[in-house]
């Protein structure tokens, strides 16, 4: 333990991701733990989208509406193959918001964010255009349509994680901090990682909580602090269902109880529906969507669709619990979406904690952080602001780029069929040839696990995405598990088990950098 690190982060989900990235590129040196798989608490649960968050606006959260705004933009144009573009339907219901209150609250939408790369808002005749034709005829007549933007939120959380990595943080996955202590004004922090059971420490003159959901419960592991800040866990869940209609756009529908529910096409052949505002109390690793909401979910898009949704239309559900900051509003679904900082410095190390953030304004989150702990960080003044202008890994091209890498996959590798070569350019960007190798026939990557997963790619998620199981691979890396029967996972874990990839590097046995 001789090394002292800079900066220590607990918890790989966006927003400890987003801190290490930044943080090792201004010269700090880092370590980050995370007790699970990256993303695998709340940043995978999302709506998957980057946006200023409309609704906001009826809270008077100007000032986060208008930096999701400015981030929406900066993130689209640093990971263009994980981030695109969509137009958003929200009709007008009669007895709800008034038209001029949405044309309003669009408005604003479009003017306080230095929107520069997105179409604006326009009006919308629902009883000709072809986004009125999945509603119920002659209900919804008038509405209009906005811009936002579709994320991969695991992807964005693991090549995050990836980019400080190659930058020189430690990052190690499946490993828990089951202590943590000062002594002469550092922090040491014990992990304990769950594939082996093995111990370690390490030492840092700064730590970082960012465990999300469990920040509390990182205070509790002995930092010696007794926080005035509190967590309000808000339960948030999804359905998936087929392919509602057959045009690109997504909707965003008004419910008479004030909240909204968006309805996104997902994965080309897939309709994503969410999201709902409870109270949850529990372990927050046990949640899932109840069956009350997967009836509230379907009943409120069908009051707006001519085919009503039911349940048993529902192919996947799932649930995620956000780490909001208690301000002590009544509802759920009232409670700020700001982040909160608190900082502590037990002993005189400093312990900074996060409440709250959104994936939208996880970039901006970590400088803010980093301006908060810069006079105790030897490199914070080397290089300031430097992620809104550094693409992540596979996102070095235009934001238009996409469909031209698919047609270049094709003519490089001409055996990989349109849909293949379509999820690899938006998986891995410019990096996907280094899932494909020099591979001159399909035969070339392997074994096939279905739903064009190869040996090829699972090796790679292995090696350099910190992946170990199906589920990582399936559920986070990709989401092939829509696709992919009970029985081909399961296969794809005895592979796994089978072909332990001994790594090169030996910090990978920790998940951490190649």
């Known amino acids: 333990m001789d090394r002292i690190f800079d900066l220590a982060i607990i918890g790989g989900g966006v927003n400890g991701c987003g801190i290490a990235r930044d943080a090792v590129g201004r010269g700090n040196s880092v370590f980050l733990c995370e007790m699970n798989d990256l993303a695998s608490g709340t940043s995978s649960w999302s709506t998957k989208l980057v946006h200023g968050g409309l609704r906001y606006l009826e809270y008077y959260e100007f000032r986060l509406v208008r930096e999701a705004l400015i981030e ?33 609250g669009l408005f604003l939408y479009d003017h306080i ?30 509405g209009f349509e906005y811009s936002d933007c579709f994320v991969d939120d695991a992807r964005l959380v693991v090549l995050t994680a990836r980019d400080a990595a190659d930058r020189g943080a430690d990052i190690r996955t499946r490993s828990r901090a089951v202590e943590i202590r000062q002594a002469d004004g550092i922090w040491h922090v014990t992990v304990q990682n769950s594939l082996t059971g093995e111990r370690s420490t390490i030492a840092a003159r700064v730590l ?30 999804h359905i998936v269902v087929p392919k509602l209609y057959a045009h690109d756009r997504a909707y965003m529908f008004q419910n008479s109880d004030g909240r909204i529910v968006f309805v996104i096409p997902y994965q080309e052949d897939f309709t994503l529906i969410g999201t709902t505002d409870r109270d949850y109390h529990g372990d927050p690793a046990k949640v899932s969507a109840t069956m009350e909401e997967i009836q509230y979910l379907c009943a409120s898009v069908s009051e707006y669709l001519a085919k009503p949704v039911k349940p048993a239309d529902v192919v996947w559900t799932y649930a995620g619990v956000r780490p909001l900051y208690d301000d002590g509003a009544s509802e759920a679904k009232a409670a700020t ?20 953030g959104k994936i939208t304004t996880h970039r901006r989150l970590a400088e803010e952080a980093l301006e908060k702990l810069a006079s105790y960080l030897r490199g914070t003044k080397a290089r300031e602001g430097w992620t809104a202008k550094s ?12 469909a031209a890498l698919t047609a270049e996959l094709i003519r490089s590798y001409p055996f990989l069929t349109p849909a293949h070569a379509n999820r690899m350019a938006h998986a891995y960007g410019t990096r996907a040839s280094k899932v494909l190798g020099n591979a001159k026939s399909i035969a070339d990557l392997g074994r096939s696990f279905g739903a064009t997963l190869t040996e090829s790619e699972v090796r790679y998620l292995m ?7 199906a589920e990582d691979i399936v559920w986070r890396r990709s989401k092939l598990g829509l696709r992919l029967s009970a029985s081909e996972i399961a296969a794809i874990d005895d592979w796994i088990a089978a072909h332990r990839l001994v790594p090169e590097n030996p910090l990978l046995e920790a998940g951490g950098r190649t």
């Open 72 to 104: 929406r933009e900066i993130l689209w144009q640093i990971a263009p193959h994980i981030i695109r573009p969509l137009r958003f339907v929200l009709p007008h219901h009669a007895g709800l918001r008034p038209a001029w209150l949405l044309r309003l």
């Open 113 to 142: 964010g230095g929107r520069n790369l997105l179409p604006p808002t326009r009006s919308v005749d629902l009883t000709r255009d072809e986004v009125g034709r999945p509603l119920i005829a002659n209900r919804y007549t008038k």
């Open 208 to 237: 970082v909580n960012a465990g999300g959901p469990w920040v509390e419960d990182v205070l509790a592991s002995g930092a010696g602090v007794n926080a005035k800040a509190k967590v309000r866990l808000v339960q948030g869940s």
């Open 337 to 356: 979406r700001e982040y909160v900082f608190e900082l502590d410095t037990p002993g005189g190390a400093p312990l900074l904690s996060i409440y709250g």
């Open 391 to 402: 693409p992540l890994p596979g996102g070095d091209m235009d934001v238009s780029a996409v």
């Open 463 to 469: 090696s350099s995405e910190w992946a170990c199981t």
